[in-house]
């Protein structure tokens, strides 16, 4: 089983910036792809950024230009940079592995970290 640990949400003014981290541990798996994903009250779950073992990144529309994924392979943790923060950035951010589970020889993508409450008021 893969454990994943977030970090980093808070209170934030509209333009200010925040970086939430989530760092994944375990025995016996090796990262596909890592990614952060977002829901507001009364909204879907969506992907806001992604990034792979190879390090190629996609990102959501919403969030282009203003925020940047990152990771690091030996730490196994992945960061989301946010800038120019919006009220409707306002959202619980949470993290997503897609792993090869080397004890079972399989693909899991069904590992979540707790979620972190990102706020953007002023």
């Known amino acids: 089983q893969v454990q994943l640990v977030e970090s980093g949400g808070g209170l934030v003014q509209p333009g200010g910036s925040l970086r939430l981290s989530c760092a994944a541990s375990?025995?016996?798996?090796?990262?596909?792809?890592m990614a952060w994903y977002r829901q507001a009250p009364g909204k879907e779950r969506e992907l806001v950024a992604r990034i792979t073992s190879g390090g190629s990144t996609n990102y959501a529309d919403s969030v282009k230009g203003r925020f940047t994924i990152s990771r690091d392979n030996a730490l196994n943790t992945v960061y989301l940079r946010m800038n120019s923060l919006k009220p409707e950035d306002t959202a619980v951010y949470s993290c997503?592995?897609?792993?090869?589970?080397?004890?079972?020889?399989?693909?899991?993508?069904?590992?979540w970290g707790q979620g972190t409450q990102v706020t953007v008021s002023s």
């Open positions: 375990g025995r016996s798996f090796s990262i596909n792809a």
């Open positions: 997503n592995l897609d792993y090869i589970d080397q004890r079972l020889w399989v693909r899991r993508t069904d590992s």
